[in-house]
């Protein structure tokens, strides 16, 4: 098991080598020692995720130092260090994110159903954690198909945007949001001007005559959703 455990942290050496520059490998050294000095238990934290957090603020090493400490901060507000299952019950009993296949370059699919999210009681506090598994970047397909008014939670919406954009930044490598219906355009409006510009640029409408085609410039048929004509069925994110 040992042995085990220093060949992938050998192999995941090696992938952080290949896919980062020299200075951010500099840097990523000296963020790790700023904040392991202010919070010991960032020695828990691999580099992709420090990587991930230099990216998101253009490797300046004072605000990503900011960023990542508020970070350990939010993290240690949950009981085992991260967020469990029975802490999103609610909302992975609604069935509205899935997870299967992978994109042309590797990042995994997620599928979030717009129709089957509706406010809990919580006040969104469960939607905002839901986030898909692991530290590398994913590919998101929001379907919005059938979305009315009481899907309309703006409130969890800019919830769960503020816990990707502070807490998982640089996780998000592309969102397409297809079936958008024009009472969801309203709600865009109020939502878009908090997406950072870095975000902006990964979301894409996709033309509803053109869903298919537009997936299978980013995704291979194999890997496509079967409810967007492709071979896969969607895999409930529990199930994972």
């Known amino acids: 098991m040992e042995a085990m455990n220093v060949t992938t942290r050998v192999r995941e050496e090696v992938r952080l080598e290949d896919d980062s520059t020299q200075t951010e490998l500099q840097k990523i050294r000296l963020l790790r020692a700023m904040v392991e000095t202010r919070d010991p238990s960032a020695k828990e934290e691999d580099d992709f995720t420090i990587r991930r957090f230099l990216r998101a603020r253009?490797?300046?090493?004072?605000?990503a130092s900011t960023m990542f400490l508020k970070y350990l901060k939010w993290r240690h507000s949950f009981p085992n260090g991260s967020v469990s299952v029975s802490e999103v019950r609610n909302e992975l009993a609604q069935e509205k994110v899935f997870m299967?296949?992978?994109?042309?370059?590797?990042?995994p699919i997620a599928v979030v159903v717009?129709?089957?999210h509706f406010q809990n009681k919580d006040g969104g506090d469960e939607f905002k954690r839901v986030?898909?598994?692991g530290q590398?970047?994913?590919a998101a397909i929001a379907e919005l198909k059938g979305w009315g008014y009481s899907n309309s939670d703006v409130r969890g919406y800019l919830g769960a945007l503020s816990v990707l954009q502070d807490y998982y930044p640089e996780r998000l490598g592309k969102l397409f949001i297809v079936n958008a219906p024009y009472i969801f355009m309203k709600v865009w409006q109020i939502i878009y001007p908090f997406i950072d510009n870095k975000t902006k640029k990964k979301i894409v409408f996709v033309d509803k005559s053109k869903v298919k085609s537009t997936l299978l410039e980013d995704i291979d048929e194999s890997n496509i959703p079967e409810i967007f004509g492709g071979p896969l069925p969607l895999v409930?994110?529990?199930d994972i």
């Open 131 to 133: 986030i898909p598994p």
């Open 58 to 63: 253009d490797l300046d090493l004072e605000k």
């Open 114 to 116: 717009g129709r089957k």
């Open 100 to 107: 299967q296949g992978k994109d042309k370059i590797g990042r």
């Open 236 to 238: 409930r994110l529990q």
């Open 136 to 138: 590398e970047k994913f």
